[in-house]
């Protein structure tokens, strides 16, 4: 079994910060990208950022310049500081891990349960 736990969400007001963490623990090899993806209310999940193992980044436009994952191998963790945050990034984050369970194997993609991130005055 394979665990992905997120913590840091909460309510902020525009123009501030939080940092989301994401752990995967359990049956794990090796992890391959590792992200965060967002879904607002009445729309489709999207993705924010992801990270390689080799620490290659993409980001979404919209949070380019204000949001930056970060990754720490050995503790098969990635965060995401978000600045300047606005309204808009309102909406549940969801960590996404591509894991290979046992050396070998396929990699499979695996999911959070999500924490939700409020900006509001």
């Known amino acids: 079994q394979v665990q992905l736990v997120e913590s840091g969400g909460g309510l902020v007001q525009p123009g501030g910060s939080l940092r989301l963490s994401c752990a995967a623990s359990?049956?794990?090899?090796?992890?391959?990208?590792m992200g965060w993806y967002h879904q607002a209310p009445e729309k489709q999940r999207e993705l924010v950022a992801t990270?390689?193992?080799?620490?290659?980044?993409n980001y979404a436009d919209s949070v380019k310049g204000r949001f930056t994952i970060s990754r720490d191998n050995a503790k098969n963790t990635i965060y995401l500081q978000m600045n300047s945050l606005k309204p808009e990034d309102t909406a549940v984050y969801y960590c996404?891990?591509?894991?290979?369970?046992?050396?070998?194997?396929?990699?499979?993609?695996?999911w959070g349960q999500g924490t939700q991130v409020t900006v509001s005055s």
């Open positions: 990270i390689t193992s080799g620490g290659r980044t």
């Open positions: 996404y891990a591509a894991i290979i369970p046992s050396y070998g194997s396929s990699w499979y993609p695996y």
């Open positions: 359990g049956n794990i090899f090796s992890i391959n990208t």
